[in-house]
């Protein structure tokens, strides 16, 4: 879970470690847009480990048109093309929308859950999916 009075008390140095450690990519609506309709970030946990999405977004006038698809695929495939058999993520307890695209994206439930780090009152679960 992300939310700003966290993610403010990030230092310079640390997103900056965080932008060279992960694996971003933006979706647009064509080769001359200005501004991207979705990011996506894919990381490593713990580093070395399996892959994993940290971090999906979509303009909200641009939802349901399949772009966070879209990019889940494109992150996935750079996972398979580095040698990955599975990539997992964690989804927040209630965002059923976020769990039926995961779930629509071929990730399945792991069972697995736990405290938001930051955010004790909040819980969210691990979900998977295989590669190849």
Do not use: K
């Not at 976020?98 to 629509?104: F, H, I, P, S």
């Not at 697995?112 to 998977?128: A, D, F």
Request: with cysteine; aromatic share 6%; glycine share 12%.
């Amino acid at each position: 879970m992300s939310e700003h009075d966290h993610e403010v008390r990030h230092g310079e140095r640390q997103w900056r470690g965080l932008l060279r450690g992960d694996l971003w990519l933006l979706a647009f609506t064509d080769r001359n847009a200005a501004r991207p309709v979705g990011v996506i970030a894919a990381s490593r946990e713990p580093p070395g480990g399996e892959p994993f999405i940290s971090a999906l977004w979509v303009d909200p006038g641009h939802r349901r048109q399949g772009i966070a698809r879209g990019l889940i695929q494109a992150a996935v495939d750079r996972a398979a093309a580095r040698g990955a058999t599975a990539v997992s993520l964690w989804v927040l307890d209630g965002n059923d929308v976020a769990r039926a695209c995961y779930l629509a994206a071929g990730f399945a439930g792991t069972g697995q859950s736990q405290r938001v780090p930051g955010s004790p009152g909040t819980q969210e679960w691990r979900m998977r999916r295989r590669i190849g």
